[in-house]
């Protein structure tokens, strides 16, 4: 099974960039799908990036165009590269497997990592 471990949130200024990253212990890494996940206060988890064992990444509208999902098999590492941050990214992130079935990802390890916090300030 594989077990993951979330870091690189922090605080930054509305506009600004952060990478999180997403470092996995398991042989069967690379033949994983990869999904970050958010939550923010009093809300539930929702999926915003997911990266195949292909390298084929999708995102939700809400991140479109400003977060970028990127993987390193060689260092058993997801990467979430976000830019133009605004105050509604504010959550911990959390990064997961996924399988895709029926033409979305969902969630296929139960167990949860203790996430990494962002917080943007406006």
């Known amino acids: 099974q594989v077990q993951l471990v979330e870091s690189g949130g922090s605080l930054v200024q509305a506009g600004g960039s952060l990478r999180l990253s997403c470092t996995a212990s398991?042989?069967?890494?690379?033949?994983?799908?990869i999904g970050w996940y958010r939550q923010a206060p009093g809300k539930q988890r929702v999926l915003v990036a997911a990266?195949?064992?292909?390298?084929?990444?999708t995102y939700s509208d809400s991140v479109k165009g400003r977060f970028t999902v990127s993987r390193d098999n060689a260092k058993n590492t997801v990467y979430l590269q976000m830019n133009s941050l605004k105050s509604e990214d504010t959550a911990v992130y959390y990064c997961?497997?996924?399988?895709?079935?029926?033409?979305?990802?969902?969630?296929?390890?139960?167990?949860w990592g203790q996430g990494t916090q962002v917080t943007v300030s406006s």
């Open positions: 398991g042989s069967t890494f690379s033949a994983n799908a």
């Open positions: 997961n497997v996924v399988k895709y079935n029926n033409g979305a990802y969902n969630l296929y390890n139960k167990d």
């Open positions: 990266i195949s064992s292909g390298d084929f990444a």
